[in-house]
T-cell receptor, first 110, second 113 residues
Framework: QQQVKQSPQSLIVQKGGISIINCAYE??????FPWYQQFPGKGPALLIA?????SEKKEGRFTISFNKSAKQFSLHIMDSQPGDSATYFC?????????FGTGTRLKVLA | KAGVTQTPRYLIKTRGQQVTLSCSPI?????VSWYQQTPGQGLQFLFE???????NKGNFPGRFSGRQFSNSRSEMNVSTLELGDSALYLC????????????FGQGTRLTVV
């Protein structure tokens, strides 16, 4: 049973464009929502995270938008660069575990 | 500050064997959680330890087990290996999982032949 649904599965964006990845969840007990970036052969690296009492959080070019009533959250990558080409995972935390989305493979064209 | 260290990085084992993977968390982190990553299933939660106690366990067979030592280092063991156990095994360390940031190691790539 997939508790965190992530879309799209893959995304191609031009350099300088905005990349948007969406996640939806059903379990209202989730209380922490991190995003991870993973390059081939590497472990996931934490990008940014948010709690449900905050509607938006920005760190550099990365922004999380959170809609508690819709049970959705999204990652926006502004001014996307070829170096951002990687797989992105959203996650949700419940009691002492993370549940991950299925991942989005982002390719930024130079 | 040293990151999360997983050893070994690569392993090749034969069906039926057992394997032990190790994870050394970031200094000061007492939570260690383990995940299995495969192309088909994505990142699946295995278990989480905090101060040597398993606090949560995922939906994996009993062949998958783990433990945590007093220095917060953790090991996971897989017995009677099956071909389907081939995966990247990742551990994450946190001061408190779900309350603070969690950082992943590079993973151990296990291949079962």
């Amino acid at each position: 049973q997939q508790q965190v649904k992530q879309s799209p599965q893959s995304l191609i964006v031009q350099k300088g464009g905005i990349s948007i990845i969406n996640c939806a969840y059903e379990n209202t007990a989730f209380d922490y929502f991190p995003w991870y970036q993973q390059f081939p052969g590497k472990g996931p690296a934490l990008l940014i995270a948010i709690r449900p009492d905050v509607s938006e959080k920005k760190e550099g070019r990365f922004t999380i938008s959170f809609n508690k009533s819709a049970k959705q959250f999204s990652l926006h990558i502004m001014d996307s660069q070829p170096g951002d080409s990687a797989t992105y995972f959203c996650a949700a935390s419940e009691t002492y575990k993370y549940i991950f989305g299925t991942g989005t493979r982002l390719k930024v064209l130079a | 500050k040293a990151g999360v260290t997983q050893t070994p990085r690569y392993l090749i084992k034969t069906r039926g064997q057992q394997v032990t993977l190790s994870c050394s968390p970031i200094s000061g982190h007492r939570s260690v959680s383990w995940y299995q990553q495969t192309p088909g299933q994505g990142l699946q939660f295995l278990f989480e330890y905090f101060s040597e106690t398993q606090r949560n366990k995922g939906n994996f067979p009993g062949r998958f087990s783990g433990r945590q030592f007093s220095n917060s280092r953790s090991e996971m063991n897989v017995s009677t290996l099956e071909l389907g156990d081939s995966a990247l095994y990742l551990c994450a360390s946190a001061v408190w999982l779900g309350g603070t940031e969690a950082f992943f190691g590079q993973g151990t790539r296990l291949t079962v032949v």
